[in-house]
């Protein structure tokens, strides 16, 4: 302890200062110089190891044809489209509801999918048209509701007056190229 003493007081106010500045110094680097060096080594290796991959190829034109031709594969051509109006029907049979006459309308694009839009005016219980509604969602996944309209006479009435709008979306025939 003498030896200290001594040793401050040779150093005087000023190296006693500037003593303590150095260790403030050296705890300074260990605590934020030295992790933020570690920090910006690592970040250069992760730059570096950026650039040495290779670099991100698009895919082809010929990739998406055929990534577009599978898309279109999962719909079926529109020369199906009495069997999947006859599937409709008989979702509605089992439903047991009661089908008027209905308004149907193709519409051909020049590129793309085709939609078969169908408006069925149908009169059963809530139970039934709900029932129906999601029955033709499971076994026609081509298939989209695009509106459903209820419509009750009085509040006591049991059986309901819907309105359910559809669309099955085929993709176009084999002869549509020609046209």
């Keep these: 302890m003498k030896r200290l003493n001594a040793w401050l007081i040779r150093l005087r106010a000023a190296g006693v200062l500037g003593v303590g500045v150095l260790l403030a110094c050296a705890g300074f680097y260990l605590s934020a110089v030295a992790p933020a060096e570690r920090e910006l080594a690592a970040q250069r290796l992760a730059a570096e190891?950026?650039?040495?991959?290779s670099p991100h190829q698009?895919?082809?034109?010929?990739?998406?044809?055929?990534?577009?031709?599978?898309?279109?594969?999962?719909f079926p051509?529109?020369?199906?489209?009495?069997?999947?109006?006859?599937?409709?029907?008989?979702?509605?049979?089992?439903?047991?509801?009661?089908?008027?006459?209905?308004?149907?309308?193709?519409?051909?694009?020049n590129a793309g999918l085709w939609s078969y839009?169908?408006?069925?005016?149908?009169?059963?219980?809530?139970p039934q048209i709900r029932g129906f509604v999601a029955s033709?969602?499971?076994?026609?996944?081509?298939?989209?509701?695009?509106g459903l309209r209820f419509?009750?006479?009085?509040?006591?009435?049991?059986?309901?007056?819907?309105?359910?709008?559809?669309?099955?979306?085929?993709?176009?025939g084999e002869d549509a190229d020609a046209r």
């Design 117 to 126: 839009r169908v408006v069925l005016p149908v009169r059963g219980t809530y």
């Design 49 to 53: 190891r950026l650039r040495t991959r």
């Design 58 to 74: 698009p895919a082809s034109a010929d990739g998406r044809g055929e990534q577009l031709r599978r898309f279109y594969g999962l």
């Design 151 to 172: 419509e009750r006479k009085r509040a006591v009435d049991t059986q309901i007056d819907a309105q359910v709008r559809l669309t099955i979306h085929f993709r176009p």
């Design 77 to 109: 051509p529109v020369e199906t489209l009495t069997d999947q109006l006859e599937q409709l029907y008989g979702i509605a049979r089992g439903a047991q509801l009661e089908l008027s006459h209905g308004e149907y309308r193709l519409e051909k694009r």
């Design 136 to 146: 033709v969602l499971k076994a026609m996944p081509v298939a989209s509701v695009d």
